[in-house]
Nanobody, 125 residues
Framework: QVQLVESGGGSVQAGGSLRLSCTTS????????MAWFRQAPGKEREGVAA????????VYGMAVQSRFTIVHDNVKKILYLQMNSLKPEDTAMYYC??????????????????WGQGTQVTVSS
């Protein structure tokens, strides 16, 4: 059974940090990329960061570059998102996803066929 389970969300003040985790199980060998997406109320789901699990290449959305870091532990099968210098506009539900993609589409929803249930991040000013 394929499963992605996120954890680590919470409430933090602006300027603070959080680390999200996504525990994976049952992913098939065709999966070559994992990513974090977020969705705020009334907005479309947005790609935050992606990592290609075979060579470690990373892709970041413009809004989070230099503040967020995505890491995949290939041994423990856990995906992390370290979020620093958080801003109120980072408030959203954060989702972990897995799929088979190219670098050009790494932050697009299409192509990711396995999703977690999400974890809420709230940043107050």
């Amino acid at each position: 059974q394929v499963q992605l389970v996120e954890s680590g969300g919470g409430s933090v003040q602006a300027g603070g940090s959080l680390r999200l985790s996504c525990t994976t199980s049952g992913l098939n060998s065709r999966v070559n990329a994992m990513a974090w997406f977020r969705q705020a109320p009334g907005k479309e789901r947005e790609g935050v960061a992606a990592i290609f699990t075979r060579d470690g290449r990373t892709v970041y959305g413009m809004a989070v570059q230099s503040r967020f870091t995505i890491v995949h532990d290939n041994v423990k099968k856990i995906l992390y998102l370290q979020m620093n210098s958080l801003k109120p506009e980072d408030t959203a539900m954060y989702y972990c996803a897995a799929g088979t993609l190219s670098p050009l589409t790494a932050l697009h929803v299409i192509g990711y066929d396995t999703w977690g249930q999400g974890t809420q991040v709230t940043v107050s000013s």
